[in-house]
């Protein structure tokens, strides 16, 4: 079993900063990749930032420049820096993990809680 706990999201004020953190715990042999996606009331959830083989980070167009992913390896860790925040960044934001639980075992997907951001102007 894996579990992904989700923490850091709250209320700040336009311009501020917030740190999201994501920790993995469980049976994990590997982890293929991690992200952040958000989702905004009546809208679809959107890919905020993530780490896809060990590849550079890609960022949503909207979030460049302001924030930043980032992992800790050794402790399961993911992320995301986020400054100069607006109103707009306002969701649930959730992280996303691609695990194997072992080595010859296919990636599996898992998701986070989902942590409020709610930035006021």
């Known amino acids: 079993q894996v579990q992904l706990v989700e923490s850091g999201g709250g209320l700040v004020q336009a311009g501020g900063s917030l740190r999201l953190s994501c920790v993995a715990s469980?049976?994990?042999?590997?982890?293929?990749?991690m992200g952040w996606y958000r989702q905004a009331p009546g809208k679809q959830r959107e890919l905020v930032a993530a780490f896809v083989s060990g590849g550079s980070p890609n960022y949503a167009q909207s979030v460049k420049g302001r924030f930043t992913i980032s992992r800790d390896n050794a402790r399961n860790t993911v992320y995301l820096q986020m400054n100069s925040l607006k109103p707009e960044d306002t969701a649930v934001y959730y992280c996303?993990?691609?695990?194997?639980?072992?080595?010859?075992?296919?990636?599996?997907?898992?998701w986070g809680q989902g942590t409020q951001v709610t930035v006021s102007s």
């Open positions: 996303h993990l691609g695990i194997r639980q072992r080595q010859m075992r296919p990636m599996d997907h898992y």
């Open positions: 469980g049976s994990i042999y590997s982890i293929d990749s």
